[in-house]
């Protein structure tokens, strides 16, 4: 309890005292989430005033499920990176906007009997049936960043933001091939971030 005391002692110090000026602030780290088991980290580096390159890992999972002989294996990572814009509307709070680019890759195999891979963006799922399945599903898009900024301080802020998106993917096997288009925007397409400057 000491330490976790300590902890939240220096955590709260570092929060109130900045050590540098705003203007050496470069880099931004923080923790995105579009719902509550859904989270992924965001790092964001100053290009210039108001703008700033922006790199998030949005997703990842990996499930292994056994049942008598049968073994399911589920893999899945994707990321993003782009460019920010950023308009101030008054001290505290911004507007953000900006472009990224999208991709993910997910793998999933079955030893026998049925698996149904999900066709991304929350659009629905397709049902292999067979034997010693392998389905790779890559996807790439572009995503359109549209959100706002309250900034609780030098160092400290949340953003909520919209990011629909324009997303090509395909699933492969040894089964049969299927092609998807999406575009739009779902639940996955909001988020908010918290987000500490360095």
Not at 9 to 20: D, H, K, N
Not at 184 to 192: H, K, Q
Request: with cysteine.
């Amino acid at each position: 309890m000491k330490i976790l005391s300590t902890f939240f002692l220096i955590f709260g110090l570092c929060m109130c005292f900045p050590v540098f000026s705003q203007d050496t602030l470069r880099h931004e780290l923080g923790i995105r989430t579009s719902s509550l088991n859904s989270f992924g980290f965001i790092y964001k580096k100053k290009i210039k005033e108001n703008v700033y390159r922006r790199h998030r890992l949005a997703f990842g999972s990996l499930g292994l499920n056994f049942a008598g002989n049968n073994t399911l294996v589920g893999f899945s990572a994707g990321g993003a990176t782009g460019k920010e814009k950023r308009r101030s509307i008054n001290d505290k709070l911004q507007l953000i906007y900006g472009t990224e680019l999208i991709a993910g890759i997910g793998l999933s195999t079955l030893t026998s009997g049925s698996m149904t891979v999900d066709n991304g963006n929350g659009t629905g799922s397709t049902v292999y049936e067979g034997s010693n399945l392998v389905i790779v599903t890559p996807s790439v898009g572009v995503g359109f960043v549209l959100g706002a900024q309250y900034n609780f301080n030098p160092r400290w802020y949340v953003s909520g933001e919209l990011i629909p998106s324009i997303e090509v993917s395909g699933s492969f096997g040894n089964v049969t091939s299927i092609y998807r288009f999406n575009a739009g925007f779902n639940s996955s397409s909001v988020g908010i971030t918290g987000a500490y400057r360095f």
